[in-house]
């Protein structure tokens, strides 16, 4: 199985410009969550969507918003940038295992420079 | 305090040692916890989850965990260079793909 593709890889943008993140689950996998990771704050739940219903969201503003579409591929959408949502931006897709546990498989990331 | 919470580290142990990491959680609702591993320049990969008071083991590794003191381990035996690595411990009171991550602690094994 393919895992899970995160596209861009890498991006440089500047303060006030909006950016798009692209996210494709595992196949057959319908949970997508995204996270952010910063060298201060570490991992942080941003959001996850599943049957393109937004179940779950974490603390951050509004300017950070997502969709799922049909095919269960999922972006995320950044606007007014500031210079802190530098991060690397992670998503995952995830399956419910038989303990009821959601197992969490992470794609590569895609890593935004705001100047 | 932190929802959850790791020993600080960085941990330095030498190859073939036992590498023990640790961590703590605030919410008494938790679920399910889970060990991920990550390269520097990586992204997190699954090491193993629990979910029952005990112990599990998957080949060098082994989770424990205990829900009435709130904590959670990782024991790596015969531990290798290559398991140099941030080891992020992750907590979820749900079945959903909301989980909550501790700092990691950066474990280094030298030979």
């Known amino acids: 199985k393919a895992g899970v593709t995160q596209t861009p890889r890498y991006l440089i943008k500047t303060r006030g410009q909006q950016v798009t993140l692209s996210c494709s689950p595992i196949?057959?996998?319908?949970?997508v969550s995204w996270y952010q990771q910063t060298p201060g704050q570490g991992l942080q739940f941003l959001f996850e969507?599943?049957?393109?219903?937004?179940?779950n969201k974490g603390n951050f503003p509004g300017r950070f918003s997502g969709r799922q579409f049909s095919n269960s591929r999922s972006e995320m959408n950044v606007s007014t940038l500031e210079l802190g949502d530098s991060a690397l931006y992670l998503c995952?897709?995830?399956?419910?295992?038989?303990?009821?546990?959601?197992?969490?498989?992470f794609g590569a990331g895609s890593r935004l420079t705001v100047l | 305090q932190k929802e959850v919470e790791q020993n600080s580290g960085p941990l330095s142990v030498p190859e073939g040692a036992i590498a023990s990491l640790n961590c703590t959680y605030s919410?008494?609702?938790?679920?399910?916890f889970f060990w991920y591993r990550q390269y520097s320049g990586k992204s997190p990969e699954l090491i193993m989850f629990?979910?029952?008071?005990g112990d599990k083991e998957d080949g060098r590794f082994t989770a424990q965990l205990n829900k009435a003191s709130q904590y959670v381990s990782l024991l790596i035996r015969d531990s290798q260079p290559s398991d140099s690595a941030t080891y992020l411990c992750?907590?979820?009171?749900?079945?959903?793909?909301?989980?909550?991550f501790g700092q990691g602690t950066i474990l280094t094994v030298h030979p």
């Open positions: 995952a897709s995830s399956f419910r295992v038989l303990s009821g546990a959601n197992v969490l498989t």
């Open positions: 629990i979910y029952s008071n």
């Open positions: 992750a907590v979820t009171r749900t079945s959903y793909g909301k989980l909550t």
């Open positions: 196949s057959g996998h319908r949970s």
């Open positions: 919410d008494r609702g938790s679920q399910s």
């Open positions: 969507y599943f049957s393109e219903t937004q179940r």
